[in-house]
């Protein structure tokens, strides 16, 4: 009786060293790269997905044994670590550049001006033409450019351009008659009409005054709302963006949204922010919070406000003048008691709230509306609220951050992009509390990293690349823009994956390869860990699986 007890206790510790995962997919030969839950990174040579999760990370030899019958991926010792996500984009708006004049990176207004008659004349069907991307800080006008240049191109019907921020927009004669824009037509609350010395608009209208001719542009029609997102779920995929976290929706988007995940066209993970606290809101949260539908493809459970404009167009609201422009310190879109509302309201129904602030005084107005929302209502602390962009902070107002348990979604290339004019805008003092992600790492802040898509390219390496170099992609400067505010590259992995996943409540089943999370990731063509950090920017994107599945396929590389 001992003995086939003895017996049958070896036989059981013989089964539980040899188990047989049921797994169905074995990816080997890797360089695998994950953190933990703690955010420690982690190596592994192989990985074991079931039903689209992670069954087990190790090295060959033990996940061999375990793979039984499971198809097999060779990795071809490439570098493989969790999918990336971008914690504040716009995917609509991605795509709808695919479908209009896209004027991002033109050198010159005279580049910019040559791409939309081109466009123009190869759309004659449109009754408008609408596009975006320009940057006249790129151009180096020292001004705004203005509707008479813009009539040289486009002179037969309404042109409606958006700067590369999203916060000012370029508009051309006809479009300015069409909206009945004179000089006696008033700056609406939050915004500004660009004027000459006589007081007639120039054709330039700042944040809440592009609304007044915006809202003449015919919507999309559904099949065009439907391509856009295909394109942009297509772009994501390819530089190794498996979720995203889009920073203000409608109620026609989050139907289409629920349309993709009803029907499996999702291919990326979209964790949904509802633009306001109108209508639409009213709308979408009807039934409460959204969450993890579709097998966690799409959840609808925060809000997007906005407290400023941007910093490029002299919109972000600062509490002293701008250092370039002493008559001007920008636009706050709601006095506080606004602001506060439409918080607690959001918070009353259970949604997490993400404010837009990039001025000084926006995150301050923001910091306080918070305070005084939780003062109604305590438990809306625990949503893991976020201020997005939290671009230029009071140092005295940085560490009301952890007072307040707040996130800070922060986007690094915005960085390197406007290292060329932010400190001309707020000078040396208040640079001191811009972009400074150190600052907020060291005091415990979790920082969402994210690219603000399209506004910046949508590639992740990107901006993995400006969080640890600060720096551009021809190396300058040398040394780093304020480097004393960089970050390393694990840190930058985090904010992109683990801590992306925190600020969106998913970090127990996204973020990293651990098991029993999604098996969302990348196949990569050189190791970000090893190699020079002023080469990740150029790091190509081979395969992206998202639950387990394949969305995307480098061609070029097979």
């Not at 930058?492 to 969106?504: I, M, N, V």
Request: charged share 20%; with cysteine.
């Amino acid at each position: 009786m001992i003995a086939t007890t003895r017996f049958a206790l070896a036989f059981s510790a013989l089964l539980a060293t040899q188990t047989v995962f049921a797994a169905d997919l074995f990816v080997d030969n890797i360089n695998g790269y994950t953190l933990n839950t703690a955010g420690k990174l982690q190596r592994f040579e192989a990985m074991l997905v079931e039903d689209g999760k992670v069954l087990a990370t190790g090295n060959h030899a033990d996940m061999a044994k375990r793979a039984g019958d499971a198809r097999v991926i060779d990795g071809k010792g490439k570098t493989l670590m969790p999918g990336l996500t971008d914690a504040h984009g716009h995917v609509m708006y991605l795509g709808k550049m695919s479908l209009q004049v896209d004027l991002a990176g033109t050198p010159s207004i005279d580049a910019a001006l040559a791409k939309v008659k081109s466009y123009a004349a190869t759309h004659k069907e449109d009754q408008w033409i609408v596009g975006g991307g320009w940057n006249q800080v790129i151009w180096k006008l020292g001004r705004f450019p203005n509707a008479k240049e813009l009539d040289t191109v486009v002179s037969d019907r309404p042109a409606f351009l958006q700067r590369v921020d999203g916060h000012a927009a370029w508009a051309n004669s006809a479009a300015i008659k069409l909206a009945g824009i004179t000089k006696d037509t008033k700056d609406p609350v939050g915004g500004r009409i660009e004027r000459d010395a006589e007081g007639n608009p120039t054709g330039v209208f700042v944040d809440a005054a592009a609304g007044l001719i915006s809202s003449l542009i015919p919507p999309p029609t559904d099949a065009q709302m439907s391509a856009a997102l295909t394109s942009a779920l297509a772009t994501m995929a390819s530089v190794g963006l498996t979720g995203v976290d889009d920073a203000g929706i409608d109620l026609a988007t989050f139907k289409l949204y629920k349309q993709f995940a009803d029907e499996g066209k999702l291919t990326a993970r979209i964790y949904a922010m509802i633009r306001g606290t109108g209508k639409d809101f009213d709308t979408i949260s009807k039934n409460g919070p959204l969450i993890g539908y579709g097998d966690d493809f799409l959840t609808v459970r925060s809000v997007k406000l906005f407290a400023d404009g941007a910093l490029g167009s002299r919109g972000a609201a600062m509490l002293a003048p701008y250092s370039d422009d002493s008559e001007n310190s920008g636009l706050l879109f709601s006095p506080p008691a606004k602001m506060t509302a439409m918080i607690s309201k959001a918070l009353g129904k259970g949604y997490q709230v993400c404010v837009h602030a990039i001025g000084d005084k926006a995150n301050r107005e923001v910091l306080d509306s918070f305070a005084a929302a939780y003062k109604k209502d305590p438990n809306g602390k625990k949503l893991r609220n976020r201020i997005e962009h939290a671009q230029v902070v009071a140092l005295d107002d940085i560490p009301r951050f952890v007072d307040l348990g707040l996130i800070a979604s922060m986007q690094p290339t915005h960085a390197t992009s406007d290292m060329n004019m932010a400190e001309d805008r707020v000078g040396h003092e208040r640079i001191k509390g811009a972009y400074a992600w150190r600052t907020f790492l060291k005091q415990g802040t979790h920082i969402a990293g994210g690219s603000d898509f399209p506004i910046e390219s949508p590639n992740p390496f990107f901006g993995l690349h400006a969080a640890v170099t600060r720096q551009d992609h021809d190396g300058h400067p040398p040394g780093g823009w304020h480097p004393e505010q960089g970050m390393t590259i694990t840190e930058a992995l985090r904010s992109f994956t683990l801590d992306a996943a925190y600020a969106a409540h998913q970090e127990k089943t996204l973020g990293t390869l651990e098991p029993g999370k999604w098996a969302d990731f990348i196949l990569i063509d050189q190791d970000i860990f090893k190699g020079d950090p002023a080469t990740i920017w150029k790091t190509k994107v081979l395969q992206t699986w998202v639950a387990g599945k394949s969305v995307y396929q480098d061609k070029a590389a097979d």
